[in-house]
């Protein structure tokens, strides 16, 4: 089959992302109290226990495999499987984005609320 390579690539995809977010180490509005460091690795930790792929990743990815595979049957040369192959990998990496972008949210909203002045 000519999509077995991407089982490889999806697994090296999803690893890349595995602490996506988590890590962020956001900007601060004056010097870093003597209390940053340690709330900071609360804080990031606290994101990296988050799931990084919820049941509305799941269905993204689900959704985009069907409207893959409509499309590419659509198409001349009716490739359904590689279009719901492109359509759920695209799906996940949206999801797999959204997910660090809540991760990364989490570190911030988490600082603030220990009492650092955090912009960013």
Do not use: W, Y
Not at 18 to 42: E, R
Not at 55 to 64: F, K, N, P, S, W
Not at 97 to 108: C, D, L, Q, S, Y
């Amino acid at each position: 089959m000519k999509f077995k390579f991407l089982a490889p690539v999806l697994a090296a995809l999803l690893a890349a992302c595995a602490d996506s977010g988590a890590n962020h180490v956001p900007i601060l509005d004056g010097p870093p109290t003597a209390a940053f460091q340690g709330d900071l690795a609360a804080c990031q930790g606290l994101a990296r226990s988050q799931r990084q792929f919820d049941h509305e990743t799941a269905g993204a990815v689900v959704l985009g495999a069907g409207a893959g595979a409509l499309l590419g049957a659509a198409d001349d040369h009716g490739d359904a499987a590689g279009g719901a192959i492109a359509g759920g990998l695209a799906a996940g990496v949206a999801g797999a984005v959204n997910a660090g972008e809540r991760r990364e949210a989490i570190v911030v909203e988490c600082l603030q609320g220990r009492g650092h002045r955090v912009v960013g």
